[in-house]
C-alpha cells in the first residue's frame, strides 16, 4: 500500500476510534484489502498485527463455525458493493482458545462516484456475565436494555419483536430441566440464525426473546416471527426428540424519540400479552407510524407515566355507589382511577391502564389508589359503619412478594377498617398461577379483608376458578344484563350465577343497572347489590359525599 493511501486510512481511523466509546475499532481499504485495527483487539484475541493484509478472512477463523458462513456472505457482500455495511453478533475465540460474544456493526464509506471505498466500525466484547445469558450465550436482559437506551439517545429507528413460549412447563415435567434447557438453547440458536444480519436476538426473562431491527419493518417481523412459530410447532427436534412449541409475539415499531425507552417497553409488553391473552399467539403489533393519533397516544402515555414518578401527579379517584339491591341504601363503593392534565384533559383509564400494567412504575401508582381510597373511605364511616371500599387490583401487584404485607401496611397508616375493604381481581388476573392467587387471597381473608370475583364469566371469572378460590362476592359483567327486561338468555345467565354464586356462600353483585326496569327485574335473584347509572355515574369524592354523606336537617 502507498504511503498516501495509509496516511489516509490512519487518519480515517482515529476518527473511528474518537467516538468507539471503548469498542475495538477496524477500518478496511477496501480497493487494498488492508486493514488498520485496534491494539486492544489485537492483543485480546491474538490477531498477527495492528496492519493486516485480508483482515477479513484472518477473522474469519477467529468467529465461531456456526457463525461464520452468515459473517462471509456479509464481508463478501460488501466487497461486490452489495451492502452499506453490517450489523451482526457472533462468537469469537480470544488467544486463550474460548469464545466471548461479540457484535460488530460496521459502515460502508463509498467515493465520489458510489463505489465502496472503505469499511469501518467498530466491534463490542460482551465478555461480562451481565450482559451475556450463560444458558443460550445470547445477550442478555440488561444488554437489552441498553441497546434500546441507545436507540433513544442516538434518534436510531428500529423495530422491537418479543417472542415466548407458554406452557414450556409442561416440558420441565415431561423431560426434565436440563432438556427444558436445551429447548431453551436450541431456540436461541434458530432464532439468532434466522435473524443473522438483520437483527440482535437477546434472551429475557424465563422463555422469552427479543429482537431488535433496524432494517426489517413491523410486517416483514411479523412474517418471519409466522415462519418460526411454524417450524416450532412441527417437529423441532432437540437432543433427537421432536417437540411442538407453542409462541406468542409483541411488536413495536420505535420511530418516536419524544418519549421514552421504558413506554415503549410497556407497550411491548402488553403487546405480547394481547398475543398470549386474546389472539392465540399471532403477533400484536403496536405501531407508531401510522396515524397521528397513535403518535398522541404514546406521548400522552409517557406523560402519564412520568406524572406517577412524580407523586402521581394528576391522577384523581372518582366512585361509584354500591347500592342494597332490596333497601336502595349505599352499601359500598368502587373506586374509580382517572387522570387529567391542562394539556390532554381528562383520560379515561381505559387508554392507559393496560399498558400501564406492564410498567415497572405501576406497582408505585396501585400502592397510591390503595391509600387514597383509604383516606377517602374514613370519611363515610360515621354514617356508614359498615360500607365496604371496593379496590380493583391488578395482576402486577398480586405478583409482588411483599404485597400483602403492604396493604395491611396501608391499613394501620390510613386507620381504614380492614373489614371494610374489598378488593376486586379483575380479569386480567387470569394469567396468574393459581395457586398463587389461592395464597395470596386467603392471606387477604386471614386479615379481614374482603375478596370480589370481578367480570365474572367474561373469561378469568369461570367455575373453575370459583371452586378454586374463596370469595366474598361475585360481581356480574354489564354484558349479561343489558337486556335483561327482555332477555330471557340474559334472565337465565343472571338466575344461574346467582344460584352458583350462592351455593359458594357468595353474595352477588350486578353491574350496568341502567333504570327503575332492569333493577326490577334484577330483584327477582339472588342478587345483594346493584350497581350502575342508574344510581350514579362514578363521581368525585366531594361530589359523592355531598350526595350520601348530607346532613339530617337537609335530608328532611
Not at 457463525?67 to 462471509?72: K, N, T
Not at 472503505?118 to 466491534?123: L, N, Q, R, T, V
Not at 450482559?131 to 428500529?158: Q, V, W
Not at 400479552?273 to 397521528?292: R, W
Request: hydrophobic fraction near 35%; charge should be negative; aromatic fraction near 10%.
Amino acid at each position: 500500500m502507498n504511503e498516501d493511501r495509509k496516511k489516509r486510512l490512519d487518519a480515517l481511523f482515529e476518527s473511528f476510534q474518537i467516538i468507539a466509546e471503548g469498542k475495538y475499532v477496524f477500518l478496511c481499504d477496501i480497493a487494498e484489502d488492508y486493514s488498520r485495527w485496534s491494539k486492544r483487539a489485537v492483543d485480546f484475541f491474538g490477531l498477527p498485527s495492528n496492519y493486516m493484509q485480508n483482515a477479513g478472512n484472518i477473522w474469519a477463523e477467529h468467529v465461531h463455525p456456526e457463525d461464520r458462513e452468515g459473517y462471509l456472505k456479509s464481508i463478501d457482500d460488501i466487497f461486490q458493493g452489495k451492502q452499506n455495511g453490517h450489523d451482526m453478533r457472533y462468537r469469537a475465540l480470544d488467544k486463550d482458545g474460548k469464545y466471548v460474544v461479540c457484535t460488530c456493526r460496521g459502515v460502508v464509506i463509498r467515493d465520489n462516484e458510489g463505489n465502496p471505498e472503505y469499511f469501518g466500525g467498530a466491534i463490542q466484547n460482551h465478555d461480562q456475565l451481565s450482559y451475556i445469558d450463560n444458558m443460550t450465550g445470547l445477550p442478555s436482559l440488561y444488554e437489552f436494555f441498553e441497546d434500546l437506551r441507545a436507540m433513544f439517545s442516538k434518534k436510531n429507528k428500529g423495530t422491537i419483536l418479543k417472542v415466548g413460549l407458554n406452557t414450556f412447563a409442561n416440558i420441565n415435567v415431561i423431560y426434565g430441566y436440563t432438556f427444558g434447557n436445551s429447548v431453551l438453547r436450541e431456540l436461541g440458536t434458530l432464532l439468532r440464525k434466522e435473524f443473522n444480519n438483520c437483527g440482535v436476538v437477546y434472551r429475557m426473562d424465563g422463555t422469552k426473546f427479543a429482537i431488535i431491527s433496524h432494517t426489517l419493518s413491523a410486517e416483514q417481523l411479523k412474517t418471519m416471527y409466522k415462519r418460526i412459530q411454524l417450524k416450532v410447532s412441527h417437529r423441532f427436534t432437540v437432543e433427537g426428540r421432536n417437540v411442538s412449541l407453542s409462541m406468542n409475539a409483541g411488536i413495536v415499531v420505535v420511530d418516536n424519540f419524544d418519549i421514552n425507552s421504558e413506554v415503549v417497553y410497556s407497550c411491548l409488553k402488553h403487546t405480547y400479552y394481547e398475543s398470549k391473552n386474546h389472539k392465540l399467539g399471532e403477533a400484536v403489533i403496536f405501531e407508531d407510524t401510522l396515524t397521528d393519533d397513535n403518535r398522541l397516544y404514546l406521548e400522552k402515555l409517557d406523560v402519564i407515566r412520568s406524572s406517577i414518578a412524580n407523586n402521581c401527579q394528576g391522577f384523581y379517584l372518582c366512585y361509584q355507589p354500591i347500592m342494597d339491591a332490596h333497601t336502595e341504601e349505599l352499601k359500598g363503593m368502587e373506586a374509580l382511577i382517572r387522570w387529567r392534565s391542562e394539556r390532554y384533559g381528562t383520560v379515561p383509564p381505559v387508554q392507559f391502564i393496560s399498558v400501564l400494567e406492564q410498567d415497572i412504575l405501576f406497582p408505585e401508582l396501585g400502592r397510591w389508589i390503595l391509600r387514597q381510597a383509604m383516606l377517602d373511605g374514613r370519611r363515610l364511616l360515621d354514617k356508614y359503619p359498615h360500607f365496604v371500599m371496593n379496590v380493583n387490583l391488578s395482576y402486577t401487584q398480586l405478583e409482588q412478594a411483599n404485597f400483602v404485607s403492604e396493604v395491611v401496611q396501608l391499613l394501620a397508616e390510613t386507620g381504614f377498617p380492614p373489614e371494610n375493604l374489598c378488593l376486586e381481581i379483575t380479569e386480567r388476573c387470569r394469567i396468574l398461577d393459581l395457586e398463587l392467587l389461592k395464597r395470596m387471597l386467603g392471606m387477604f381473608r386471614d386479615h379481614g379483608i374482603k375478596v370480589a370475583l370481578d367480570d365474572f364469566g367474561t373469561g378469568f371469572s369461570s367455575l373453575g376458578i370459583l371452586r378454586e378460590v374463596t370469595v366474598d362476592t361475585v360481581k356480574i359483567d354489564r354484558e349479561y344484563v343489558k337486556d335483561v327486561e327482555n332477555s330471557k338468555s340474559d334472565q337465565s345467565t343472571v338466575q344461574f350465577i346467582a344460584n352458583l354464586a350462592d351455593s359458594f356462600s357468595a353474595a352477588v353483585c350486578v353491574e350496568g343497572v341502567e333504570s327503575a326496569e332492569m333493577r326490577d327485574c334484577l330483584r327477582q335473584y339472588r342478587v345483594s347489590s346493584l350497581q350502575g347509572y342508574y344510581y350514579s355515574r362514578p363521581i368525585p369524592m366531594e361530589d359523592f359525599l355531598r350526595k350520601y354523606c348530607r346532613p339530617a336537617e337537609e335530608e328532611e
